[in-house]
């Protein structure tokens, strides 16, 4: 392959003006922009050891190797999609910098994922989850209003922990997200599901005796994790005895699934009060 030599941008030194292009250009995440770095740095031992210093003496044969190396450290199909996805994007930059004339991933290409269908949970599954948190406790109403929200608003992780509560408009019956690339978005909620939201803003929020404008909020008075999330989900996850393995996204199948009225099939309050 012919690339001109790359004598004057060392490799550290490319991965850094790509990463602040993700993040000042492409405004991705914080957690997006921590992946593909480590991603790149585990790329950069692969090439010292083998004695590689600058992008102009890559080929396709130093990536493919790069691949079975991967492979040989047992990482899976989806691991090794995304290891490629940020030899690409990393590849393709230095190519628009004018430091590669042509792109050494180019006939890479991303190993077949098993087709797998999503854990939905059955409305069943759903109440039992949802009627867990004690909500004659402040942790407990919180906890039972985020998973609402999960369910309700078809909400990710990171969108939960990043609300405000002056992203709730009670009147409208909406709440602004703040999603992927900083993309803003609208969510109407169900006036039952809007109910508990009110309720936790009216009377519970402030027993958090809140220093932040999260909308949620933890025991130190700071704004809740993913990390914590996730383990809420999988705490009352667990408490039913369900077998299947249940993340936080699961909550969000129901809502993305297409329907002719559109949203879930029900909202959680629904459920419990049906």
């Known amino acids: 392959m012919n ?85 690409r994007g990393f590849f393709a930059f230095a190519v628009d910098e004018g430091i590669l004339a042509e792109n050494p991933c180019f006939f890479l290409e991303n190993p077949k994922l098993p087709q797998t269908l999503p854990s939905v949970l059955s409305r069943e599954e759903m109440a039992k989850i949802l009627s867990l948190p004690d909500c004659q406790e402040k942790s407990g109403f919180r906890d039972r209003c985020m998973l609402e929200l999960l369910y309700a608003a078809g909400l990710r992780v990171s969108e939960l922990c990043a609300m405000k ?13 703040f999603g992927k690339g900083s993309k803003d978005r609208l969510v109407p909620l169900h006036p039952l599901a809007l109910r508990i939201l009110e309720e936790y803003l009216r009377n519970w929020r402030n027993l958090f005796s809140p220093q932040t404008d999260a909308l949620f909020i933890n025991r130190s008075v700071n704004q809740l994790t993913r990390q914590y999330t ?14 299947r393995n249940i993340s936080p996204h699961t909550f969000r199948h129901p809502f993305l699934t297409p329907l002719p009225f559109g949203g879930p099939v029900l909202t959680v309050a629904e459920l419990l009060l049906a």
């Not at 509560?165 to 997200?177: H, N, P, S, T, Y």
């Open 3 to 87: 690339m001109e030599p790359d004598t004057v941008t060392p490799l550290k030194n490319t991965l850094r003006a790509w990463l602040d292009h993700l993040i000042a250009e492409r405004r991705l995440s914080l957690h997006t922009v921590q992946a593909y770095t480590f991603d790149l740095e585990n790329f950069f031992l692969f090439l010292e050891e083998l004695g590689l210093s600058s992008l102009a003496e890559l080929d396709e044969q130093n990536l493919f190797l790069y691949l079975a190396w991967l492979r040989g450290r047992k990482n899976a199909g989806r691991t090794l999609s995304r290891h490629i996805s940020s030899l």
């Open 165 to 177: 509560a002056l992203d709730v408009d009670m009147q409208r019956g909406l709440v602004r997200i």
């Open 230 to 243: 996730w383990k809420l989900v999988k705490k009352y996850a667990l408490e039913p005895g369900l077998a």
